[in-house]
């Protein structure tokens, strides 16, 4: 089953991604970058759905961290976020496989994660 890590500081999207996808994979959640980092010490998922506007550190930070590791740099990023303006569309599409804007549903999230999956390698 195909690991993915939920790093969100809302715990409401958090407990929706868990629950709409607890048959279809194995969801790991984490509420900041500081914890990302922790679990990527010791586990390493096959997708990685991250919010940018987190406390501490950002996703943007998060990004830039995981691009500068060797053993992080190719995992898939979906980026989902609330602040979807110019700048940050055009930044994701440089840095992340996929943006999709808060509020969303469960099944544009779906489409979404079984298009990176399907052009994974």
């Keep these: 089953m195909k690991k993915i890590l939920v790093v969100d500081d809302d715990p409401s999207i958090r407990y929706a991604i868990k629950e709409g996808f607890f048959t279809d994979y194995d969801i790991k959640t984490v509420e900041d970058g500081k914890n990302c980092f922790k679990y990527l010490e010791s586990e390493i998922p096959d997708l990685i759905l991250l919010d940018i506007m987190m406390p501490k550190i950002n996703g943007w930070d998060v990004i830039k961290r995981l691009k500068d590791r060797k053993n992080w740099k190719e995992i898939p990023i979906i980026i989902i976020t609330a602040k979807c303006d110019e700048t940050t569309k055009y930044a994701g599409s440089f840095y992340a496989n ?9 099944n544009d999230l779906k489409k979404s994660i079984n298009n990176i999956f399907l052009n994974i390698k």
């Design 98 to 106: 996929d943006l999709i804007e808060k509020p969303f549903t469960i």
